[in-house]
């Protein structure tokens, strides 16, 4: 990526950052009040995320590698492009920063279409590796609170479960097939933006269908494909250790499995308002929905969940924003594969 470009991502993380911290509706007494009652907890919540962060690393490292080219991606440059990544995704609307910046990072050693491959691919795989922890999340609402099903959430479970079925169609001919040129064909067909769109496909088919060919030949890998579902599924099941830290914080005596409810039904609704940077409102309002549901105490837990969770976020996003000046000398070598 060029210096200016990079720069240019350097300079909106930190007036995101900025703006995030003048936004954040907690004064100083209730920060105090909020950072005491969380004690070693709070090191617990940001630290679990360094082994998130290692699992999405490991996912995104399998599959850029698994491409068509001779070069190598680190596991530590993989971590770096990772946690700065998300960072861009954390403070965007529609989460839209992370990819460009991978891309953009990629691009000078493996080339443009080789690089939005292997990020629309990463792309693909985190979107369906939420969908298995929301069906992970309802097969353990079955076992854990049978007695609290009502025919409202059997009519829900089993909607969400038709829609499963069609998200894992979706993915598996998209994956088989390639999907940039399916998705962006949509837009042949909106009114008064197929004029434009039309332009931009005839310009760019050939290379739009170049990345769908380099999709469909990283879903023939199946250590990658598989492998990189597996450990972006880890790493949100290590992720409920978030939840489960901050519960026992608030002298909640919550399990493991309860935590993974949280994180679940939390990451459902913050996804399904993917259009608010950070989540910023959708997240509060979930997290007040199934704690009540879990039969956790007042709402206004949730509150309190969700500032240990902006925290680690702000956390992350500082170090994801910092690191993009780090380590750009040398991001892949020659590997002999």
Request: net charge positive.
């Amino acid at each position: 990526m060029r210096p200016l470009y990079r720069n240019l991502f350097l300079l909106f993380g930190l007036v995101a950052i900025g703006v995030m911290l003048y936004s954040f509706g907690v004064d100083f007494n209730d920060l105090h009040s909020h950072l005491r009652r969380a004690g070693l907890y709070l090191p617990a919540v940001v630290g679990i995320w360094v082994f998130v962060y290692a699992c999405n690393a490991g996912a995104f490292q399998l599959i850029v590698n698994s491409g068509t080219h001779d070069k190598h991606l680190s596991f530590l440059h993989a971590y770096k492009l990772t946690v700065s990544g998300f960072a861009f995704s954390y403070t965007t609307p529609f989460g839209f920063g992370g990819a460009p910046y991978r891309i953009m990072e990629l691009s000078h050693y493996i080339g443009t279409a080789r690089s939005v491959s292997a990020t629309a691919l990463y792309s693909m795989m985190h979107i369906l590796s939420h969908f298995v922890l929301w069906m992970t999340g309802v097969a353990v609402f079955l076992v854990l609170y049978f007695d609290r099903m009502a025919t409202w959430l059997w009519i829900l479970f089993a909607i969400f479960a038709l829609v499963f079925l069609v998200v894992l169609w979706f993915f598996w001919y998209g994956y088989r097939h390639g999907i940039i040129v399916k998705l962006y064909s949509v837009l042949l067909h909106i009114p008064y933006v197929k004029r434009y769109a039309r332009r931009f496909y005839d310009k760019n088919v050939e290379a739009m269908q170049q990345v769908d060919q380099n999709i469909a030949y990283l879903h023939s890998q199946p250590r990658a494909f598989y492998g990189s579902l597996l450990l972006e599924y880890v790493g949100r099941v290590i992720n409920s250790f978030e939840f489960f830290f901050i519960l026992r914080s608030l002298a909640i005596p919550a399990s493991f499995g309860d935590a993974l409810l949280v994180l679940a039904f939390s990451s459902l609704i913050g996804n399904m308002l993917f259009f608010f940077p950070m989540q910023l409102g959708a997240r509060e309002g979930s997290l007040a929905v199934i704690v009540k549901l879990l039969g956790f105490g007042a709402p206004s837990i949730g509150i309190f969940t969700s500032f240990y969770t902006r925290v680690r976020e702000l956390f992350w996003i500082f170090v994801g924003v910092g690191l993009v000046k780090f380590g750009n000398k040398r991001l892949m070598k020659d590997s002999e594969r």
